[in-house]
């Protein structure tokens, strides 16, 4: 049984850090691109962090330079740390593995069709 689960949201305040951690499970992860995405009440659901097989990586404009994304592969997890973080940053987010194996540049592409396994989410919340 394919699963992602997330781990490490919380409260902080504005100009704060939190790593959030997603655990992957039933599927081989060294295959597979992942990513972060984030949900804000009223808003779509956006990627901010992409990584490939070989750990090549991409951000959203929004997030580039704060957050930084990481995959241990011996372990299966996926991380996502968020530095210096803002009220818009607040949240949930999720996990996401890509549908189909490989990693080419395709892989990075945040539309949300392309993602196949998604996890429970973990909120953030930033205040000012």
């Known amino acids: 049984q394919v699963q992602l689960v997330e781990s490490g949201g919380g409260s902080v305040q504005a100009g704060g850090s939190l790593r959030l951690s997603c655990a992957a499970s039933?599927?081989?992860?060294?295959?597979?691109?992942m990513a972060w995405f984030r949900q804000a009440p009223g808003k779509a659901r956006e990627g901010v962090a992409g990584?490939?097989?070989?750990?090549?990586?991409t951000y959203s404009d929004s997030v580039k330079g704060r957050f930084t994304i990481t995959r241990d592969n011996g372990n299966d997890v996926l991380y996502l740390q968020m530095n210096d973080l803002e009220p818009d940053d607040t949240a949930t987010y999720y996990c996401?593995?890509?549908?189909?194996?490989?990693?080419?540049?395709?892989?990075?592409?945040?539309?949300?069709?392309?993602?196949?396994?998604w996890g429970q989410g973990t909120q953030v919340t930033v205040s000012s």
């Open positions: 039933g599927y081989t992860f060294n295959a597979y691109c």
């Open positions: 990584i490939r097989t070989g750990h090549a990586t």
């Open positions: 996401a593995r890509r549908a189909g194996q490989g990693s080419g540049p395709w892989c990075l592409d945040f539309s949300p069709e392309g993602w196949g396994v």
